[in-house]
């Protein structure tokens, strides 16, 4: 491994992934080696957990997350094989997320950040989300500054840097950009296993800045592609947000949302989960305005907690239909 052109203070380079406790490696030639089950690993590390919680939080997303599980299959035969004193190299996981805003992300890396942690890959499974202006300075000598900060407090988990495309603007000549991704490139090499980096944002845009950074896209060992929503599942993702907020939907009113929908998604900007949360907050203020105007009615935890067909017809993309 060449020595890092950029120190990162407070990171540790390490060599090859990391063993349970008591594992012998390569090494240790006289260490006691006992082979071990898949489940035993996943029991120890309860990273099923994790699991349960992502198809929790995340509707649909199947072929995601089966690229996540295939990741930590991987990570778990590395334990067994050191286990049983394989050499095992660990493997580089920086990844690409590519896909429109609101198709879980964040969430799906915040999740990774926890797997990581609990196979052994990463120290604190912490995830560290920035963008652009995070890493890039406007003047000589503040972005190197500004990046290594970044990294330190991202070492030992997660760094997800959305809307990665920015940090390149070939038509500015001034522009800082290109230091912060060699900072990157060499943390991303030298650091890989103490470190993942995620780079996010929309697939075209990403392909471009991949085509225009091929050290960066030979670096990228996992390239996940996140699809749009259909109506019925942004409909499920409505249900679960309003059940987490103890609302829900009454008479009528799951078939206005979805009637809603219909028309969001022929309108231009529709941005998936996070559209269907903008639009339940303005049925929520819809439905207070509509109980303040009831001074006198006693409301019950009933009324406080329903969503009426009234509240989500009243939106302007009903007006706008023709």
């Given at each position: 491994m060449n020595a890092p052109l950029y120190a990162?203070?407070?990171?540790?380079?390490?060599?090859?992934?990391?063993?349970?406790?008591?594992?012998?490696?390569?090494?240790?030639?006289?260490?006691?080696?006992?082979?071990?089950?898949?489940?035993?690993?996943?029991?120890?590390?309860?990273v099923e957990a994790v699991f349960d919680e992502l198809e929790r939080d995340l509707v649909g997303l199947a072929p995601v997350k089966q690229r996540i599980r295939d990741v930590a299959a991987l990570l778990v035969i590395d334990k067994l094989r050191l286990n049983v004193g394989l050499q095992a190299q660990a493997p580089s996981?920086?990844?690409?997320?590519?896909?429109?805003?609101?198709?879980?992300?964040?969430?799906?890396?915040?999740?990774m950040a926890a797997i990581l942690h609990r196979l052994g890959y990463v120290?604190?499974?912490?995830?560290?989300?920035?963008?652009r202006d995070d890493l890039v300075g406007?003047?000589?000598?503040?972005?190197?500054?500004?990046?290594?900060?970044?990294?330190k407090k991202a070492m030992g988990g997660v760094l997800f840097i959305d809307e990665a495309y920015y940090l390149y603007r070939p038509e500015n000549e001034r522009d800082y950009g290109q230091e912060a991704i060699e900072i990157l490139l060499q943390v991303m090499e030298n650091q890989r296993d103490d470190l993942v980096v995620i780079l996010a944002g929309y697939k075209d845009r990403m392909d471009t800045f991949f085509k225009s950074n091929p050290?960066?896209?030979?670096?990228?060992?996992?390239?996940?592609d996140f699809p749009d929503y259909g109506e019925g599942e942004l409909l499920q993702i409505a249900e679960r947000m309003l059940a987490g907020l103890n609302y829900r939907f009454g008479a009528g009113a799951r078939e206005a949302f979805a009637d809603y929908l219909g028309l969001r998604l022929r309108q231009p900007h529709f941005a998936n989960a996070r559209s269907v949360r903008n639009a339940l907050d303005r049925a929520r203020l819809r439905q207070a305005s509509r109980l303040f105007a009831e001074h006198d009615a006693v409301l019950d935890a009933e009324a406080l907690s329903t969503i009426s067909s009234e509240d989500i017809r009243a939106s302007r993309v009903f007006a706008a239909a023709p």
């Amino acid at each position: 491994m060449n020595a890092p052109l950029y120190a990162i203070p407070g990171a540790t380079a390490r060599t090859g992934a990391a063993a349970p406790e008591g594992a012998g490696t390569a090494a240790e030639p006289n260490a006691v080696r006992t082979a071990r089950t898949v489940g035993e690993v996943l029991r120890e590390s309860q990273v099923e957990a994790v699991f349960d919680e992502l198809e929790r939080d995340l509707v649909g997303l199947a072929p995601v997350k089966q690229r996540i599980r295939d990741v930590a299959a991987l990570l778990v035969i590395d334990k067994l094989r050191l286990n049983v004193g394989l050499q095992a190299q660990a493997p580089s996981l920086h990844m690409s997320f590519t896909g429109n805003p609101g198709t879980g992300k964040t969430t799906v890396a915040l999740r990774m950040a926890a797997i990581l942690h609990r196979l052994g890959y990463v120290r604190k499974g912490h995830l560290v989300a920035v963008t652009r202006d995070d890493l890039v300075g406007q003047y000589i000598g503040h972005t190197a500054p500004k990046t290594k900060e970044v990294l330190k407090k991202a070492m030992g988990g997660v760094l997800f840097i959305d809307e990665a495309y920015y940090l390149y603007r070939p038509e500015n000549e001034r522009d800082y950009g290109q230091e912060a991704i060699e900072i990157l490139l060499q943390v991303m090499e030298n650091q890989r296993d103490d470190l993942v980096v995620i780079l996010a944002g929309y697939k075209d845009r990403m392909d471009t800045f991949f085509k225009s950074n091929p050290g960066l896209s030979s670096r990228i060992a996992h390239h996940i592609d996140f699809p749009d929503y259909g109506e019925g599942e942004l409909l499920q993702i409505a249900e679960r947000m309003l059940a987490g907020l103890n609302y829900r939907f009454g008479a009528g009113a799951r078939e206005a949302f979805a009637d809603y929908l219909g028309l969001r998604l022929r309108q231009p900007h529709f941005a998936n989960a996070r559209s269907v949360r903008n639009a339940l907050d303005r049925a929520r203020l819809r439905q207070a305005s509509r109980l303040f105007a009831e001074h006198d009615a006693v409301l019950d935890a009933e009324a406080l907690s329903t969503i009426s067909s009234e509240d989500i017809r009243a939106s302007r993309v009903f007006a706008a239909a023709p």
